[in-house]
């Protein structure tokens, strides 16, 4: 009976009703991105924490304004409160990681007097003999690494939860999004502030996007009866279907580790004047790259459990899929128990699937990938250019300290 009064209700709402909710739906998604935005500016200087309170206490409040919000607004999206809390953990420790030495985006011609970066180790430091081309290059890279700091960690999460790999590979765009901000000039914003607004309303939009499309998608097989007509609608273009994409995937995330793993190695080494300030950068990495990695290995345990308790159960372990493994999904990692859906949830999915054109987020969602993974090539490529270019540069600052200068907040 309820099936049969849902599909009634889906075919009596007119294709006009459907674009009108999908276009207040978009707005909705569009204000919230905007929020995002705002609340990055404000974690990057436009409200002045440091003169409120302490040193530490403004760094922490500085990057909770952003991470709480984050991870709230992904629980609330995709209805999954581990997804949430990862977003909001690694939101947080991955704002300490500073990015002052590659933000001018070769403007500074006296960069070679800045403190050292994090990846100065692949990317060489700046000299002062540098044109403007080598100069944009290597900070475009440096940015595009560091904004892989802030998404890949939690993106590989939410990939394994069932939200997509888009996130993961978002934050290769913080290099564009910094080149392109350094020439915003309106009354709302200026160069770094139009930058800051830009990344916060980006990462709102990847993450928003892949939670909501990709919680109501996943909901089909839990909620059939909402629209029996649902079976014939084309699975989330976020799933990597085949072997060799899976691959390519999971290797990404190895390089990257390798990447995070030497950028910790080197700036323990760094000499700074400010401690703190290396404290912080040092904390970001560590907790970053601590848990990429045991994500990563978490992951292989539950696929090697499964394959045993599939062999011993069939007499021979089947080639698995490695979506139907999802990291901290399963209660049990092996077990095929689903986890209780929230208690929202249904009734969100049956106002997207009843009121919502969903081909417009599933071609939305596809559009930030496609962006996405022409980011991350184009970084990894210009990693490599710029480590040969610049292989007999110096690595560290010579003759004296690191010099820190940046802000309260840590770029």
């Known amino acids: 009976m309820l099936q049969t009064e849902s599909y009634l209700f889906y075919r009596k709402t007119s294709r006009c009703r459907r674009a009108l909710a999908t276009s207040l739906v978009l707005c909705l998604l569009l204000a919230c991105c905007l929020l995002g935005g705002f609340l990055n500016r404000c974690r ?104 892989l700091i802030w998404t890949t960690p939690q993106g590989y999460v939410l990939y394994h939860l069932g939200l997509g790999w888009c996130p993961s590979l978002s934050g290769s ?11 915003g000039n309106t009354p709302l914003c200026k160069s770094a502030a139009c930058s800051e607004y830009l990344w916060g309303i980006w990462v709102w939009l990847v993450l928003l996007t892949s939670s909501l499309y990709g919680a109501v998608t996943r909901a089909r097989s839990t909620y059939p009866d909402v629209h029996p007509e649902s079976s014939g609608v084309p699975q989330p273009s976020s799933k990597l279907e085949s072997t060799f994409s899976k691959v390519v995937f999971e290797l ?61 159960v069939h007499g021979q372990a089947p080639v698995e899929d490695a979506e139907s493994t999802t990291l901290l999904l399963s209660p049990s990692p092996v077990t095929d128990e689903v ?20 081909s417009v987020f599933k071609w939305l969602h596809l559009l930030l990938g496609v962006v996405s993974f022409l980011g991350t090539i184009v970084a990894f490529v210009l990693t490599i250019m710029t480590l040969v270019w610049n292989i007999h540069t110096p690595r560290f600052l010579e003759d004296t300290a690191d010099i820190c200068n940046c802000t309260f907040s840590g770029i």
């Open 44 to 147: 990057g200087g436009y409200v002045d924490f440091g003169s409120m309170m302490g040193y530490w206490p403004a760094h922490v409040t500085s990057r909770l304004i952003v991470a709480v919000p984050t991870g709230l607004v992904v629980w609330l999206a995709s209805q999954n409160f581990r997804a949430g809390l990862s977003v909001c953990l690694m939101t947080w420790f991955s704002l300490y990681v500073g990015w002052g030495p590659y933000m001018s985006m070769g403007e500074d011609t006296a960069g070679y007097n800045s403190r050292s970066g994090v990846f100065d180790w692949a990317l060489g430091r700046q000299m002062q003999n540098w044109s403007y081309p080598r100069r944009v290059v290597r900070d475009y890279t440096g940015m595009s690494l560091r904004g």
């Open 173 to 183: 765009l913080m290099g564009l999004v910094y080149f392109a901000g350094n020439y």
């Open 252 to 312: 990404f995330h190895f390089v990257f580790g390798l990447i995070l793993g030497s950028s910790t190695c080197y700036y323990a080494l760094v000499e700074q004047e400010d401690w703190k300030n290396k404290g912080q950068t040092f904390f970001g990495l560590f907790t970053g790259f601590g848990f990429l990695v045991s994500t990563q290995f978490l992951h292989l345990g539950m696929l090697k459990k499964k394959r045993e308790r599939s062999a011993h």
């Open 339 to 358: 986890v209780t859906p929230h208690p929202t949830s249904r009734k969100i999915y049956e106002f997207f699937e009843i009121n919502v054109e969903l």
